[in-house]
């Protein structure tokens, strides 16, 4: 690309994501797709997947996903990958969901996606395999957060691989939220800590619902949700748009008394 065009297209960039920030989605769509009509960039794939996960387009938001993951540039996994998952969950297909999860795992150890945190999508279908329904999926889950926690390079002191000893039980609630503080101080890095710990308090409350513990599942879920009702960046975390679906089923499922 020439450096005009490089300039022009981080212009557009940068005034469609303000429109994301303002709700203004109708106008950050309209910048993503003459975007994309111009080139066939990952970031507008994933902005504009972002912006119709935002609006509820989740079958468009899934189309959007699924190009960028077939794009031949790369992001974190996190930012495309993992969320085709979280677009078949919103369109009420959990199986699907946890079968794109499970297979970026087998992806990963394949070395066919090297731009990964590794413990996101064992931690997600860990989420999902704590629904009865789902229970399936557990084996895998653990299989490769032990596979993890077995490595000598496991850092898990960082997020987010301090999920990988929550999860399997040999650190409690208390150690890994201190462990997001410590990693990400909130004085320093306070946008991020926020978005964090709500991904967190999404996890303590995954071992609630392990536990059939609904209440505790729907009390940490509204911590998490409370905790970036005003934190517009957190738009960007597969948990965010999963603890607010997930509020709404426990609710259908098992209303609070």
């Given amino acids: 690309m020439a450096l005009k065009d490089v300039a022009l297209e981080q212009q557009e960039n940068n005034a469609a994501w303000q429109a994301i920030l303002e709700e203004k989605y109708d106008e950050a769509l309209a910048i993503y797709s003459v975007m994309l009509q111009r080139r066939d960039g990952l970031a507008a794939h994933m902005n504009r997947g972002i912006t119709r996960l935002l609006i509820g387009d989740y079958s468009g938001a899934e189309a959007d996903f699924r190009s960028g993951r077939n794009h031949p540039d790369r992001l974190p996994a996190r930012m495309i990958n993992l969320k085709i998952g979280v677009a078949l969950w919103l369109q009420n297909q959990p199986e ?23 413990a996101e999508a064992p931690a997600l279908l860990w989420w999902a395999s704590a629904h009865s329904e789902l229970r399936h999926w557990r084996e895998l889950a653990e299989e490769e957060l032990s596979r993890q926690s077995a490595r000598a390079d496991t850092q898990s002191h960082r997020w987010p691989q301090m999920l990988v000893p929550f999860l399997l039980g040999a650190i409690g ?4 939220l201190s462990g997001v503080e410590i990693s990400t101080p909130r004085t320093t890095f306070p946008n991020l800590n ?8 999404f996890y303590i409350g995954a071992v609630s619902l392990d536990k059939g513990d609904f209440n505790g599942y729907r009390e940490q879920l509204s ?5 970036t009702s005003t934190e517009r960046t957190a738009i960007v975390d597969p948990e965010y748009y999963l603890t607010g679906y997930a509020l709404k089923d426990i609710q259908g499922r098992h209303p609070q008394t």
Wanted: hydrophobic share 45%.
């Fill in 223 to 227: 911590l998490a949700e409370q905790l």
């Fill in 96 to 118: 699907a969901a946890c079968a794109d999860w499970a297979n970026e795992i087998l992806r990963t150890r394949s070395g066919d996606i090297t731009h990964a945190d590794e």
């Fill in 173 to 176: 609630e208390e150690r890994l």
């Fill in 194 to 201: 926020l978005r964090r710990v709500a991904a967190a308090r």
